[in-house]
């Protein structure tokens, strides 16, 4: 489990680019940032400008570029379990009609650290993090299962995680 790194999974309203049809240009060199980025998230500007041939000032204003439009965040990763989270779900959610409104209602839900809109057999999947069972069915039972709209969730309970990683590089 890293403890920090550059997490890019998030493509929200958070991000500054919701709703554009065009996704930022993002050059070669950019491309390079962001992958000495998700080795280390802590690696110093004047590396990463070795690296990729710029200066620091020069890495330190492309990153921010990169921030500002949504493209990455710099956050720390952790291990839920080492932080007092004990329990962890993926959760199929199928909803009748509008998806929007039901995402939006997930993604103000704080135990839902990753909510994506699928096709197949769910129309949502959601990942929660929970303090325990209890918390989790709460959360489930209570909370996700009374949205307007929801017409059924199926739980995958987690039970060792094996990998997790935002290390993908980039295309």
């Known amino acids: 489990m890293h403890s920090e790194g550059v997490a ?5 309203s958070r991000n500054g680019n919701a709703g554009n049809a065009q996704p930022p ?15 280390d998230g802590r690696r110093p500007y004047a590396a990463i400008g070795k690296a990729v041939g710029l200066s620091e000032a020069a890495v330190r204003q492309r990153v921010q570029k990169l921030l500002d439009q949504g493209v990455m965040q710099i956050v720390a990763v952790t291990d839920p379990l080492t932080v007092g989270f004990r329990r962890q779900a993926m959760v199929g959610i199928r909803v009748e009609g509008d998806l929007d409104p039901v995402a939006e209602a997930l993604t103000a839900m704080a135990e839902c650290e990753y909510v ?56």
């Open 116 to 171: 994506v809109m699928t096709a197949g057999s769910f129309d949502l999947m959601v990942e929660i993090v929970c303090e325990d069972d209890d918390h989790l069915l709460e959360v489930i039972n209570k909370r996700i299962r009374a949205l307007p709209g929801v017409r059924s969730t199926e739980s995958f309970v987690y039970l060792k995680l094996k990998k997790q990683t935002y290390m993908w590089g980039t295309r």
């Open 8 to 12: 890019s999974r998030s493509a929200d």
């Open 25 to 39: 240009t993002i050059d070669a060199v950019s491309l390079a940032i962001i992958e000495q980025l998700q080795e």
